[in-house]
């Protein structure tokens, strides 16, 4: 049972669109909630994080959107760029960090 | 260059086989995890180690064995390869729990 659900599983926008990748969680315990990009045959980079304290975080083109009373949160893209094209995961902390399944985006020039 | 070394990047075992995923990092992180990647799953946690000589199990631990008798150095142990443990591992560390990860290059496991 995976405690961090991520959706969509893949998503194809054109360059320039806004493509928002969504993340749900159960356990409020969850401390911290970050954002990692995977490009192919590589490890995970992190991208942006957020504390439950805060509800937005920008970081560049990249921006982290989160509702506690939900508990979600979203991350969205300004501006896509093909070299965006890559694989995202949300993650969330608890007494150990997990992740999502992941989202595959594609940016079409 | 600092950072997190895994090695093998490939490897290809037979079933029974054990072997053990080297795992080193020179950042001076106390925390320090194993992840399998699989398709549609996501990044899994294995096993992890909030500093020397202290592990825990995470959501998939069975096949697998770790230590942490040094600060730099977590290898993860597979004790009897099965098909079912093919998968892309990843070694990842922090300073704290899990913020900020730093992850390896990745093993990409065979198992036949």
């Known amino acids: 049972q995976q405690q961090v659900k991520q959706s969509p599983q893949s998503l194809i926008v054109q360059k320039g669109g806004i493509p928002i990748i969504n993340c749900a969680y159960e356990?409020?315990?969850?401390?911290?909630f970050p954002w990692y990009q995977q490009f192919p045959g590589k490890g995970p980079a992190l991208l942006i994080a957020?504390?439950?304290?805060?509800s937005e975080k920008k970081e560049g083109r990249f921006t982290i959107s989160f509702n506690k009373s939900a508990k979600q949160f979203s991350l969205h893209i300004m501006d896509s760029q093909p070299g965006d094209s890559a694989t995202y995961f949300c993650?969330?902390?608890?007494?150990?960090?997990?992740f999502g399944a992941g989202t595959r985006l594609t940016v079409k020039p | 260059n600092a950072g997190v070394t895994q090695t093998p990047k490939f490897q290809v075992l037979k079933t029974g086989q054990s072997m053990t995923l080297q795992c080193a990092q020179d950042m001076n992180h106390e925390y320090m995890s194993w992840y399998r990647q699989d398709p549609g799953m996501g990044l899994r946690l294995i096993h992890y180690s909030v500093g020397a000589g202290i592990t825990d199990q995470g959501e998939v631990p069975n096949g697998y064995n770790v230590s942490r008798s040094t600060t730099e150095d977590f290898p993860l142990r597979l004790l009897s390869a099965a098909p079912s443990q093919t998968s892309v591992y990843f070694c990842?560390?922090?300073?704290?729990?899990?913020?900020?990860?730093?992850f390896g290059s990745g093993t990409r496991l065979t198992v036949v």
């Open positions: 356990n409020t315990a969850f401390d911290y």
């Open positions: 957020i504390r439950p304290d805060v």
């Open positions: 990842a560390s922090s300073y704290f729990a899990g913020e900020g990860y730093t």
């Open positions: 993650a969330a902390r608890g007494k150990d960090m997990r």
